[in-house]
């Protein structure tokens, strides 16, 4: 059995930092990428930032220069540094771990419940 559990988000301000943590226990491949995906209210869930077992990351056009993923413990944890967040940034992120590095929603197995994510002012 594979558990997801993200945690970190919250309320910020336009411009403010917040950081996500991801830890995924359980029996998984150590080769697995993790990834975040976020969903706004009415849109479909899109790819954030991945990072593979060899530590290559992957980053959506939207959030390159802001957002920042890492992991360690052979990334049984994950991080997603948001920096200069934005009101469109709004949304449920939610992390996931897949064999493959990749944008798409369904190459990843596994998933956690998502943790909500406010920018407002």
């Known amino acids: 059995q594979v558990q997801v559990a993200e945690s970190g988000g919250g309320l910020v301000q336009p411009g403010g930092s917040l950081r996500l943590s991801c830890t995924v226990s359980?029996?998984?491949?150590?080769?697995?990428?993790k990834g975040w995906f976020r969903q706004a209210p009415g849109k479909q869930r899109e790819f954030v930032a991945a990072v593979g077992w060899n530590g290559n990351t992957y980053y959506a056009d939207s959030v390159k220069g802001r957002f920042t993923i890492s992991g360690d413990n052979a990334q049984k944890t994950v991080y997603l540094q948001m920096n200069s967040l934005e009101p469109q940034d709004t949304a449920d992120y939610f992390c996931a771990a897949g064999r493959f590095a990749s944008v798409r929603v369904n190459e990843y197995k596994y998933w956690g419940r998502g943790t909500q994510v406010s920018v407002s002012s």
């Open positions: 359980g029996r998984t491949d150590n080769t697995y990428t």
